[in-house]
């Protein structure tokens, strides 16, 4: 099914259970990747106000993450590589294994600062 497809469903969704960050965070990734930045980034501010960290440290973290993710997809690099160091360093937030091969990251790869966290030692340490 092609993005724009099921676009008009996740809204729906959205709408109909305005508590459920899950509707809202796919639709921050489907904008962020077909080049609609204000409504990515809309959603995943909507994403983030009903599940922040504050209120889930696992859960709210994986918003977190794929905010970041929306942030590298629309190109804001600096924003969402500061993100990723505090991920990096943020229990269930994101590791060095999984952010080389997520496609959530692919914006970032070509960008050397991008490649500095991942080899990183400190932001391969354990963390608790």
């Not at 690099?77 to 505090?86: F, Q, T």
């Amino acid at each position: 099914m092609r993005a724009k497809q099921i676009t008009p469903a996740l809204t729906a969704l959205a709408e109909k259970q305005p508590a459920n960050a899950n509707p809202w965070k796919a639709l921050a990734s489907l904008y962020s990747i077909a080049g609609d930045k204000e409504s990515a980034l809309r959603c995943g501010r909507k994403m983030l106000e009903l599940l922040p960290e504050s209120v889930d440290a696992y859960a709210g973290t994986g918003y977190s993450l794929a905010f970041a993710q929306v942030l590298a997809w629309t190109g804001d690099k600096e924003a969402a590589l500061a993100e990723l160091a505090r991920l990096l360093r943020t229990p269930f937030g994101e590791h060095v294994y999984a952010a080389r091969h997520n496609p959530g990251w692919l914006p970032l790869h070509a960008d050397p600062r991008f490649e500095a966290l991942l080899n990183d030692p400190q932001n391969n340490a354990p963390l608790l």
